[in-house]
């Protein structure tokens, strides 16, 4: 439903709107599409306009992300304020990736508003996804971290992990973030085993995902038990066990490519 474009629309009544306020996510709580706002309704708001980017067309209508000054003050009683998780499982796939898109843009232009080589003011490129710097011509495109994320499993028993930093109390697959100079599989066996101290064999690739927490692109792994007993790591990881399939904790939510790897490898299972 959403098809991306750098080129706006010379004119549109039609738009919708991804509305952010001092990073926190709008949305109109009387609206099936919660996090989309109407052209319409963001007349009515009166809302001073800090930044603003077009995305692409969410159907027919041009979608743009629009941040507003921190004074404003939108109707308690029709908008709610959120991080991204407070949508994550609640709207459909495409959507939750438009929103991160829409984050991610925002935390970009506002982290390059200065050239880092010569401290000149840098401006948004017009013709393309850029911010450039006239005076030294540094040229500063959208921050994208790749990672790794992988399910390691032994037969019917898959090894999930609490990581000590999760804003809700849940085991997931083990993830890391890919340092220069590595291959995407030397950090998956780099970072299992620093994680939870065990080694893994037959890797073999499930899919991507674009994770805005805050501008991973997420790499998605299966990888099976080689040896080694658990050891979590005393910083990242709160505990790490080995669950059969039957008898899983609370894990992510299917809109998220954690839940996915699960739900394929059980299926794969049955």
Known sequence: MFRPDNTPPQSSDDEVHIVFQSGQLLSNMRSQTACLIAQKEVRLGGWSEVRRHFLGYWGDQPCYVLEIDAVDQPDPMSYQKGNLYSIL?????????????????????????????????????????????????????????????????????????RNANFPVPMYSTLAGFIEAGETVEETLVR????????????????????????????????????????????????????????????????????????????????
């Open 191 to 270: 970072e299992v085993r620093e994680e939870v101290g065990v080694d893994v064999t037959n890797l073999r690739y499930f899919q991507s995902q674009s994770w805005p927490f805050p501008n991973q692109l997420m790499l998605g792994y299966f990888a099976e038990h080689a040896g080694g007993d658990i050891v979590c790591d005393e910083v990242e990881i709160a505990d790490a066990q080995w669950f059969h399939y039957l008898d899983l904790p609370t894990i992510p939510p299917g809109s998220s490519i954690s839940g996915q790897l699960i739900q394929h490898y059980i299926e794969s299972l049955n």
């Open 89 to 161: 499982g609640r709207v459909d796939e495409q959507l939750f990736a438009l929103v991160g898109r829409a984050s991610q843009l925002l935390d970009w232009e506002r982290d390059h508003q200065f050239c880092g080589r010569c401290g000149i003011a840098m401006r948004v490129d017009t013709q393309e996804r850029a911010m450039r710097c006239d005076s030294c011509r540094t040229i500063n495109y959208p921050r994208i971290a790749p990672c790794v994320i992988v399910l390691v499993t032994r037969g019917e028993e898959l090894l999930l992990a």
